[in-house]
Each structure stands twice: as C-alpha cells, then as structure tokens.
C-alpha cells in the first residue's frame, strides 16, 4: 500500500468510526431531508475517494510510461553514438 492509499485508508476509516459513534436512535430520529442529504454526502464521499485512486493509479502509468520513453531515448542515443563512432574508425 502506497502513501496515499494509507492516508486515504486513514480518511475512511475515521468516516466509519464517526459513523458507527452515532447511535441508531439518533440515526433513527433523522428527518426525511436530512437523511436523505446525509446518504447523498456519503455516497459523493465514496465517489470522490474512487476517483482519486483511479487518478493516481492513471498518474503513476502515466510516470511509467515517461520512464521507459527515457530509457528508450537514452538507447537510442547510445546507439546513436555508438553507430557514429564506428563510421568515424
């Protein structure tokens, strides 16, 4: 697990020890509306927290990619080099 997945791991699980320290009986006694704007709240929390995984993971392919470019170019270069120096012998 990956800094950021601790740190979002962390985020969530203080999401759930707050939800579990409200007591069914508050729960319970919750307006319609208020209920309502408690689960759409938690379901764009979950959402969000979905898209931020899926931007990272995006992100370090993204690094991946440009890593392996680079060791591409830097062969390249070296064959570059290398072809040059035997044209000049």
Do not use: F, K, P
Not at 33 to 44: K, N
Not at 57 to 71: H, M, V
């Amino acid at each position: 697990m990956n800094t950021l997945e601790r740190l979002l791991q962390d985020d969530l699980n203080h999401l759930v020890d707050r939800i579990a320290a409200r007591s069914a009986d508050s729960a319970a006694g919750l307006s319609g509306e208020l209920r309502a704007r408690i689960d759409r709240s938690e379901d764009r929390l979950s959402g969000l927290r979905a898209a931020l995984l899926d931007g990272y993971a995006e992100w370090a392919r993204a690094i991946e990619e440009c890593e392996d470019l680079w060791i591409l170019a830097e062969i390249r270069r070296e064959t570059d080099e290398t072809t040059e120096r035997r044209r000049a012998a």
